[in-house]
């Protein structure tokens, strides 16, 4: 799409006028993304649709394409926020349930005001997808996100430098279609767990089957 746009303005003609400016950007604006699942389309309240796991995965796969193209993507929404499609926020009469999606943008909201890093975006050997950045205090967010939701894999990331890895956060279900209910309002979470470990320019990262993780690495 990005090539799309560029190839049309190069051929956007020049301006008959000097007081008529010729366009040299356009952003890339995304309207609406997200899961939309058939039984949603016969569901009552209207378009009403449960969140799990495998739509967490799909989740965290968007966000890595959307920030990874931040610089021609300026807006991209959620469609929608709460009691519709992809929903981060579902009610039950009184109840609020946070769905998995809930976890998934809280795990990235530290990219935010970050710089977006080099990287493979499909790791060869696990098929971990991956997306990484870097703020401005120096630590780096690595994003490893197993789309297989029967295998765990194991990744080995290489830093360009020595990195300390200081916390982890995942978030997993023990199957694709897990999901909070007002019952259940915490069946499918991220946890948090911190990391000792040594400074090094290689780590071993194991994800389970169907996850979504945020790695947070202190540099030196």
């Known amino acids: 799409m990005g090539a799309l746009?560029?190839?049309?303005?190069?051929?956007?003609?020049?301006?008959?006028?000097?007081?008529?400016p010729r366009l040299e950007?356009?952003?890339?604006v995304v309207g609406e993304w997200g899961n939309w699942h058939r039984d949603a389309f016969f569901a009552r309240p209207a378009l009403y649709q449960q969140v799990t796991m495998r739509?967490?995965?799909?989740t965290a796969l968007t966000l890595d394409i959307l920030q990874r193209h931040a610089d021609k993507i300026s807006i991209a929404c959620n469609a929608q926020t709460v009691n519709v499609l992809n929903s981060v926020i579902l009610t039950d009469g009184d109840a609020t349930i946070l769905t998995p999606n809930f976890d998934v943008f809280m795990m990235y909201k530290a990219h935010r005001g970050a710089t977006a890093l080099t990287v493979?975006?499909?790791?060869?050997?696990?098929?971990a997808h991956v997306f990484a950045s870097v703020a401005d205090d120096g630590t780096i967010r690595v994003n490893l996100t197993n789309p297989s939701m029967?295998?765990?894999?194991?990744?080995?990331?290489?830093?360009?430098?020595?990195?300390?890895?200081?916390q982890r956060e995942t978030l997993a279900a023990a199957t694709p279609t897990d999901h909070n209910t007002a019952e259940a309002p915490d069946a499918v979470r991220r946890v948090a767990e911190r990391?000792?470990?040594?400074?090094s320019g290689r780590h071993t990262v194991r994800l389970p089957a169907g996850s979504v993780t945020v790695l947070t690495a202190q540099q030196g």
């Open 5 to 20: 746009i560029e190839e049309g303005l190069a051929n956007v003609p020049q301006p008959e006028s000097t007081l008529e």
């Open 195 to 199: 990391i000792d470990g040594e400074a």
């Open 25 to 28: 950007h356009i952003d890339l």
């Open 120 to 127: 493979a975006p499909v790791d060869e050997t696990s098929g």
């Open 55 to 58: 739509d967490a995965i799909t």
């Open 150 to 166: 029967t295998d765990e894999v194991e990744v080995e990331i290489d830093f360009a430098v020595p990195v300390r890895l200081d």
